[in-house]
Nanobody, 117 residues
Framework: QVQLVESGGGLVQPGGSLRLSCAASGSIYSINSMGWYRQAPGKERELVADGTRNYADSVKGRFTISRDYVKNTVYLQMNSLKPEDTAVYYC???????????????WGQGTQVTVSS
């Protein structure tokens, strides 16, 4: 099986910063892409940043996605946080579990980010 574990969420004041991490482990042959999504209360899950460094318009210039290919880990550096960034943040990854298998999408369990004074 494949596990994605997010960390780094928490409570931060407006204008502050957080760095989220998501580590993939388990039966992994290769990972095609890793990205970040978020879901605010009462809203649908939305893309924050994907593996090709496309960003949601609302986070452009404030958030940066990066990846450590050796550690199978993706990061999301979030600066100048706003109350509207409050959400559960999820990472996902396109994972190939063996040479002959197809890529499948896996999701982490989510980490809460709350921006409030």
């Amino acid at each position: 099986q494949v596990q994605l574990v997010e960390s780094g969420g928490g409570l931060v004041q407006p204008g502050g910063s957080l760095r989220l991490s998501c580590a993939a482990s388990g039966s992994i042959y290769s990972i095609n892409s890793m990205g970040w999504y978020r879901q605010a209360p009462g809203k649908e899950r939305e893309l924050v940043a994907d593996g090709t460094r496309n960003y949601a318009d609302s986070v452009k210039g404030r958030f940066t996605i990066s990846r450590d290919y050796v550690k199978n880990t993706v990061y999301l550096q979030m600066n100048s946080l706003k109350p509207e960034d409050t959400a559960v943040y999820y990472c996902n990854a396109d994972v190939k579990r063996s040479w002959g298998s197809d890529y499948e999408v896996y999701w982490g369990q989510g980490t809460q980010v709350t921006v409030s004074s």
